[in-house]
């Protein structure tokens, strides 16, 4: 552990580098989160690494992604060499980032000059989701130092829609108040990790052999997801056109026209579904409910075995 250097006026004016246990120090470490979040758990998470990362007088800029027009324009004009430190955070949607990610990814300049971290918040099984990110990072020049993706979120896929509170069961109340804790904990132990000049890049994202992040969903067309999910019905019988599937959806794929009308492939994460306040967009969820239904009953079998 490297202690934090006390704040010193003429240090700070200076910025004379700072030298303790052969670390040298900069004073102030500028970081930068950029996250994606729809229902707000991966956003929890990313203000308490923030706020670790402000620990000792440094700072830590927040940024959310929203929709993917205006992603773009924000990351085309941002100041990037203004931090030596660039986070990423997403939910994992199918064992990967939610697939508008990697155009925003891939659009990122060059970031060679920073050090970098990644984190998710899943519904206990991120698959290969870091390590995707740090794929495409890796082209950007950006040395990543570190990952996460022990922490849960709520998962209120609509999978999932028969159990209380529209959510597996076993994500109800995540991120916990403990999640919380160490994800500051664990932003202010970046502080000393980005500040050292030798800390290793972090290589080991997936180990797991898990077939479904290995061939789940492959490519941006996404034929499989297109496949497998449901399609959007929409009932307009009960549908009000009060616009709220249309803000909610990243990608920007519905259109009110003057009802919602789907026009292009998207991430599948059936927000707008969930979010209608009139239940308008009825999907058939029966083959996909039952699927799910069969895989968590032979996890509990296995878990009773063991
Ligand atoms: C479309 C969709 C797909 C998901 N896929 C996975 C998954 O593959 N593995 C998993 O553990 N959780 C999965 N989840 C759960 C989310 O990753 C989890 O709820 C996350 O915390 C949501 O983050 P947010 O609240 O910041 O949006 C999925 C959720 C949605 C909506
Ligand atoms: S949120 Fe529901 S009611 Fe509102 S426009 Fe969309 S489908 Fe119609
Ligand atoms: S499922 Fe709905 S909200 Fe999600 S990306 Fe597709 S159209 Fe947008």
Redesign the pocket.
């Known amino acids: 552990m490297v202690a934090e250097p006390k704040y010193s006026f003429w240090r700070e004016a200076f910025k004379v580098p700072w030298t303790m246990y052969g670390i040298d120090i900069k004073y102030k470490l500028n970081s930068v989160i950029f996250y994606f979040?729809?229902?707000?758990?991966?956003?929890k998470i990313a203000e308490k690494i923030a706020e670790g990362l402000r620990h000792g007088g440094h700072t830590c800029d927040l940024v959310r992604f929203t929709k993917i027009s205006k992603d773009l324009e924000l990351i085309k004009y941002f100041e990037f060499k203004r931090y030596q430190l660039i986070g990423f955070g997403t939910?994992?949607?199918?064992?990967h980032p939610p697939y508008h990610l990697f155009e925003i990814f891939e659009a990122l300049p060059d970031l060679s000059h920073a050090k970098g971290f990644l984190f998710?918040?899943?519904?206990?099984?991120?698959?290969a989701t870091l390590f995707k990110i740090k794929q495409v990072l890796d082209k950007k020049g950006l040395k990543i130092i570190d990952g996460c993706d022990r922490w849960?979120?709520?998962?209120?896929?609509r999978c999932y829609s028969h159990f209380p509170q529209s959510a597996l069961p076993s994500?109800v109340g995540h991120p916990t108040e403990d999640e919380l804790k160490q994800a500051k904990e664990w932003g202010s132990a970046l502080i000393a990790k980005a500040l050292a000049p030798n800390t290793p890049e972090k290589t080991d994202f997936w180990s797991k052999d898990n077939k479904w992040a290995e061939g789940g969903w492959k490519g941006r067309s996404a034929p499989f997801m297109e496949k497998w999910f449901p399609d959007f019905y929409l009932n307009k019988d009960k549908c009000t056109q009060c616009g709220e599937c249309a803000e909610r959806c990243p990608v920007e794929a519905i259109v009110l026209n003057p009802y919602p009308t789907w026009v292009k492939d998207c991430?599948?994460?059936?927000?707008c579904d969930l979010y209608c306040p009139e239940q308008a967009i009825e999907c058939d969820w029966s083959k996909q409910i039952a699927f799910m239904d069969a895989i968590l009953e032979r996890a509990k079998k296995k878990k009773r075995l063991k």
Do not use: A, E
């Not at 998710?120 to 099984?125: D, E, R, V, Y």
């Not at 849960?152 to 896929?157: E, F, N, V, W």
């Open positions: 979040s729809q229902q707000g758990s991966t956003k939910p994992v949607y199918y064992f998710c918040t899943s519904g206990g099984n991120p698959g849960k979120g709520l998962d209120q896929h994500s991430d599948r994460c059936y927000l």
